[in-house]
């Protein structure tokens, strides 16, 4: 899997990369029969002039699931007090939404591969 980690108004961290990959490994553990082409997360502190207060942490995650051809899309952005709980909640979203694309898929297949006998076509 291709990553791409990208800081914005913090400075580089290699306690928080290494949180990344440690998510990032559990998500490829949990789903290895989607295949995660690539993960772009971009980690910012948000703060101005505009908003004052205290600092809010944000955790966005891009992931292209399937193939290259007809893959999908999965973004998700959360807004934390800490940047560690950002990073873990925009992961288990993350997993929630692959759990219900997948049962998703697997319901529709059972229902293609299992006929009602009471349909009418006999």
């Known amino acids: 899997m291709r990553t791409r980690l990208n800081f914005t108004n913090l400075p580089s ?23 995660i082409d690539a993960a772009k997360v971009q980690l910012r502190i948000v703060n101005s002039r ?33 940047m560690y709980k950002a990073i873990a909640s925009a992961f288990d979203a993350a997993q929630r939404i692959l759990r219900e694309r997948l049962s998703y898929k697997k319901r529709r297949a059972h229902r293609q591969r299992n006929v009602d006998p009471f349909d009418g076509n006999e």
């Open 13 to 35: 961290s290699e306690a928080l990369a290494r949180s990344i990959d440690t998510e990032l490994h559990d998500l490829e553990h949990f789903a290895p029969h989607k295949h």
């Open 50 to 82: 505009q908003h004052p207060g205290p600092d809010l942490h944000e955790c966005s995650i891009e992931l292209n699931v399937g193939h290259a051809s007809g893959g999908k899309r999965v973004f998700i952005k959360k807004t934390k007090d800490n």
